[in-house]
């Protein structure tokens, strides 16, 4: 199982960024893509994810702000967070995570992924 994550950056407060997380080397019948992120000094908390299903959950702080898509092709699965009205509380490194043990449908727990990406740094400026 292959997950890279890719976009990241540094955006001034108000401004808006997309994360991709290409996944791959799995199944692609039931699974769920997450999106968590880690602030220094706090843990690690669940901002989005989607399920094979096409179920969605954002996390309080993120809703109408932004939003996860997926595409599927014959390999890999890329799993996209577009962000918008970004603040400088929304600066973390992100991480995209799977979990292939579920019925499709996803969870944002963290105990539930098995499956991390490297991480992509968002610095957002005020």
């Known amino acids: 199982v292959q997950l890279v994550e890719s976009g990241g950056g540094l955006v001034q407060a108000g401004g808006s960024l997309r994360l991709s997380c290409a996944a791959s080397g799995f199944p692609f019948d039931r699974y769920a893509i997450g999106w968590f992120r880690q602030a220094p000094g706090k843990e690690r908390e669940g901002v989005s994810c989607i399920g094979s299903s096409n179920n969605t959950y954002y996390g309080d702080s993120v809703k109408g702000r932004f939003t ?3 595409d599927n092709d014959k ?10 009205s970004l603040r400088p509380e929304d600066t973390a490194v ?3 995570a799977a979990d292939l043990a579920g019925w499709g449908t996803c969870n944002p727990a963290r105990h539930w992924y098995d499956y991390w990406g490297q991480g992509t740094q968002v610095t957002v400026s005020s």
């Open 94 to 96: 992100y991480y995209c």
């Open 68 to 70: 996860i898509s997926m």
């Open 75 to 84: 390999n890999t699965v890329t799993v996209y967070l577009q962000m918008s």
